[in-house]
C-alpha cells in the first residue's frame, strides 16, 4: 500500500514550454532523458532538431545497447558518486543550457565498444540560441559550443 501510494506520488516529467511538449525531462527508472525539438515543427514533421539527452544509472549501463541509445546523445559521467541536488543540478545546468535553442547539430565520435553493448561516444553539440553569447561549457564526453 505505501509502495503504491508513492508511485502516484512520483513525478515522472515536467514539461518546460507547456502545452507544446517539445521540451521536457522524463524520468524513468534507469535513467533519466531530456528531450528538445523544434517548438514549430516544419511541413510534414520534419525538424530542424530533434534530441535527446539521457542519463543513465551507472548499474544499469551494462544492459544497455545500442539500439536504446542510437540517435541519442548519453552522458558517460558517473551518477551514483552524486547525491540527489548534484544531480539535479546537472539536469539544471542541461536544461538552462538549452533554453531558448533555436538550432542544434550534434558531432558523434564513437570511442569504444563492447560486444552488443551500446557505443561510448564523446559528442560535440553546436547551439545556437537566442543570446548571441559565445560560450564553450564541457561535461564528461559532452562539449556544447554555444554560438561558435
Not at 39 to 49: A, G, I, L
Not at 61 to 71: H, L
Request: charged share 20%; net charge negative.
Amino acid at each position: 500500500m505505501i509502495k503504491k501510494a508513492f508511485i502516484q506520488e512520483m513525478i515522472k516529467c515536467i514539461f518546460f514550454n507547456g502545452n507544446l511538449e517539445s521540451f521536457n525531462i522524463s524520468f524513468y527508472g534507469h535513467q533519466t532523458s531530456i528531450f528538445i525539438t523544434d517548438e514549430t515543427p516544419m511541413p510534414n514533421r520534419k525538424f530542424t532538431f530533434n534530441e535527446v539527452f539521457m542519463f543513465i544509472d551507472d548499474y544499469a549501463k551494462e544492459n544497455i545497447v545500442s539500439s536504446d541509445t542510437y540517435g541519442n546523445v548519453v552522458y558517460e559521467g558517473t551518477l551514483r558518486d552524486k547525491n540527489h541536488k548534484d544531480i539535479l543540478g546537472l539536469f539544471a545546468e542541461f536544461v538552462t543550457i538549452l533554453i531558448g535553442a533555436k538550432n542544434i547539430t550534434v558531432e558523434e565520435t564513437i570511442i569504444s565498444q563492447d560486444g552488443w553493448h551500446y557505443p561510448k561516444c564523446n559528442y560535440i553539440i553546436r547551439l545556437t540560441n537566442t543570446t548571441e553569447i559565445k560560450n564553450s561549457i564541457r561535461y564528461n564526453n559532452i562539449l556544447f559550443l554555444i554560438n561558435e
